[in-house]
């Protein structure tokens, strides 16, 4: 049972590059998030999908979209990655809105 | 306006004492859902508590509550008998909505770094 799972660990970008950030899940939750953590703050939500087949914006969606691919894979996805977008990002998942989320660890991504 | 509020930037704690760690929050739902959760160096966050709105009584997990003050909208997390491995970020989170099948988002504070000495 490993969980919460995100590839890759780490990345480096060039501006205007593209790349999809992969999360997957093996508990069998229906909600999955992703979330991005900067420096000396807290986490805040870029998407979430409440369940298979639903996406919804969180704080910040802006130049991210996402694809709920099944229950289990909640993909992340930046079309031409900007500086501004060097952040740890963290997937999450729930089984329901009344528990608490499980974090995966993290993709720690810097774009030049 | 800020929906969760750490006042705290960096704690230090004696290790064997208990320390609380503060988190207050704003919200006009009746309904949400308070948590803590704790970062290491290592960089994952780890789930430690949860209080509910409707909750009568302290959330406790071990040597973790949460000193819930529905009235004052405050939701500190108190660790007891401090270990050096508790030396972490804590952030508080909130989630809206609950029963309302919001997609459960949880909102975050800014963090406490709390330093456990020996």
């Known amino acids: 049972n490993a969980g919460v799972t995100q590839t890759p660990k780490f990345q480096v970008l060039k501006t205007g590059q593209s790349m999809t950030l992969q999360c997957a899940q093996d508990?069998?939750?229906?909600?999955m998030y992703w979330y991005r953590q900067d420096p000396g703050m807290g986490l805040r939500l870029i998407y979430y999908?409440?369940?298979?087949?639903?996406?919804d914006k969180g704080e910040v969606p802006n130049g991210y979209n996402v694809s709920r691919l099944n229950k289990r894979e909640f993909s992340l996805r930046l079309e031409s990655a900007a500086p501004s977008q060097t952040s740890v990002y963290f997937c999450?998942?729930?089984?329901?809105?009344?528990?608490?989320?499980?974090f995966g660890p993290g993709t720690r991504l810097t774009v030049l | 306006a800020q929906k969760i509020t750490q006042t705290q930037p960096g704690m230090f704690v004696q290790e064997k004492e208990a320390v609380t760690l503060d988190c207050t929050y704003d919200?006009?739902?009746?309904?949400?859902?308070l948590f803590w959760y704790k970062q290491p160096s290592s960089g994952e966050m780890i789930f430690l508590i949860y209080?509910?709105?409707?909750?009568?009584q302290n959330a406790t997990e071990g040597r973790y509550s949460l000193n819930f003050q529905k009235a004052r909208k405050s939701a500190n997390l108190v660790i007891s008998a401090s270990q050096l491995g508790d030396s972490a970020m804590y952030f508080c989170?909130?989630?809206?909505?609950?029963?309302?099948?919001?997609?459960?988002?949880?909102?975050f504070g800014q963090g406490t770094e709390l330093s456990v000495k020996p």
């Open positions: 209080q509910g709105s409707y909750d009568q």
């Open positions: 999908s409440a369940s298979e087949g639903t996406t």
């Open positions: 508990m069998n939750h229906n909600s």
């Open positions: 999450a998942s729930s089984p329901t809105d009344e528990n608490e989320q499980f």
């Open positions: 989170a909130m989630r809206e909505g609950i029963h309302h099948n919001q997609g459960g988002k949880l909102i």
């Open positions: 919200t006009s739902d009746p309904s949400y859902g």
